[in-house]
């Protein structure tokens, strides 16, 4: 039976993963997941797409705030901003939304980290932005600053088989931050995942959105921040898994079904 290998929430979008042994999830979806954002002076969201040194950031969730760190920088503790901070009208995605400024203290740092002027949003916990377009069921089903689904999987078989066509063309495996999921599942055969709609995940179910598209965001090296010189492994992924657009698909997009807790070791069922 297939199963749940690895388990990873990201609580800054863009920075780095943290690996975890269960993970919590309702219809806003991962719970700490991507409910922070760094935004340029526009208060446009900010990715590894435009700037891939924030490979190089760690962001971890602590009593009351987030932990950030850098190579270089260190470490600054963050207090969530209370209900009294500045609002700030962000964009993500061509969406408007309402997120809290985190304070001077954290768009400094990360202004030197990052080499541009910037600043760190948070959206609270009630808060968030609808799925796209026909894929909610109920006004319940939300995200926060993830791209657009609640969680993203991906599975063994496929995996081993993009880095089998790397080495087949000499080029190094890549690891599977590149491709930063919250789910791996062992126990998949090649693109087996893409055949489903609907699966059960320990106690919890979940819908299968759609495929998703891969960017820029795959050819940068999750720990040094700089990107493939080939572009790999984005390249071999537009050689033989494309959609009908020309965009390269790797990994799926699911919506939360209900509550519950997933964790390392649950089985993984397919519901059709």
Same mark, same amino acid.
């Given at each position: ?8 929430v ?65 470490t ?39 080499g ?30 993830a ?15 993009? @880095? ?17 999921? @919250? ?63 020309? @965009?390269?698909?790797?990994?799926? @997009? ?17 519901l059709?």
């Open positions: 039976m297939a199963k749940v290998a690895g388990l990873w990201y609580p800054l979008k863009s920075a780095r993963g943290i690996a975890r042994k269960a993970l919590t999830v309702d219809p806003a979806g991962v719970r700490s997941d991507r409910r922070w954002m760094v935004v340029d002076a526009g208060r446009h969201f900010l990715t590894q797409r435009q700037l891939p040194a924030m490979a190089r950031l760690s962001a971890r969730p602590d009593a009351g705030g987030i932990v950030l760190s850098a190579p270089d920088v260190g600054l503790e963050v207090a969530a901003p209370g209900a009294g901070a500045p609002v700030r009208r962000v964009q993500i995605w061509g969406q408007e939304v309402e997120a809290r400024a985190a304070g001077d203290g954290a768009a400094a740092w990360l202004t030197k980290l990052l541009r002027p910037c600043e760190l949003v948070c959206l609270p916990d009630d808060k968030g932005r609808p799925l796209p377009p026909g894929y909610a069921r109920s006004d319940e089903e939300a995200v926060g600053f791209d657009a689904f609640h969680v993203l999987l991906v599975g063994d078989g496929t995996f081993a088989e993009l @880095n089998g066509r790397l080495a087949a063309k000499g080029v190094a495996p890549v690891p599977l931050d590149r491709f930063r999921p @919250n789910i791996l599942v062992a126990g998949l055969a090649p693109a087996q995942e893409d055949r489903w709609q609907r699966v059960a995940i320990g106690g919890v179910v979940c819908r299968v959105a759609k495929p998703c598209e891969r960017c820029l965001v795959t050819t940068v090296d999750q720990h040094s921040g700089v990107r493939h010189p080939d572009r790999e492994p984005l390249k071999t992924l537009q050689e033989y898994r494309l959609d009908a657009q020309g @965009n390269a698909l790797f990994g799926q @997009n699911l919506v939360v079904e209900g509550s519950g807790v997933i964790r390392v070791g649950d089985g993984v069922e397919p059709g």
